[in-house]
């Protein structure tokens, strides 16, 4: 009897044992999935960090570029208002301006040199720089 009563406690503190290393290897298999988790984690969390600063690097310059655009814009401006003042304020300008600008409207040579009091060699100089192929 007392035999039996030994056996039952061995037996049992066989399948206490062996439900302790079943639940000890599922918590070590849970720990390594949350290592893990957590390691993925903090890579995406770094690359984050970088994608923001680069996301921040590429506003700056866009934010600069705008502001170079802006200016090269304005400096255009004010180069063209800078052209149309000399060409009114020279005859001789207004002239040309006007030969070209029939020249680019397809006017024959004879009369642009007419209305605009051209010698020929002037009027065949404009209508090779200036005549569409």
């Known amino acids: 009897m007392l035999y039996m009563i030994a056996a039952s406690i061995v037996l049992l503190l066989a399948v206490l044992v062996i439900v302790l290393w079943l639940r000890t290897s599922q918590l070590a298999r849970q720990m ?3 290592r893990q988790n ?3 984690e903090k890579q995406s969390s770094s690359q984050t960090q970088i994608l923001r600063a680069e996301v921040s690097e590429l506003r700056t310059a866009l934010a600069n570029m705008s502001n170079r655009i802006g200016q090269i814009q304005q400096r255009t401006e004010e180069v063209a208002q800078q052209q149309d ?3 009114e304020a020279d005859p001789q300008a207004r002239i040309y301006s006007r030969a070209v ?7 024959p040579m004879e ?3 007419s209305e605009c009091e051209l010698p020929r060699a002037e009027a065949e100089l404009l209508f090779s720089l200036h005549q569409k192929n």
């Not at 600008?101 to 006017?107: H, V």
């Open 101 to 107: 600008k029939m020249i680019e409207l397809g006017a």
């Open 111 to 113: 009369e642009v040199m």
């Open 38 to 40: 957590m390691d993925t």
């Open 32 to 34: 390594r999935a949350l």
């Open 85 to 87: 003042t000399i060409r």
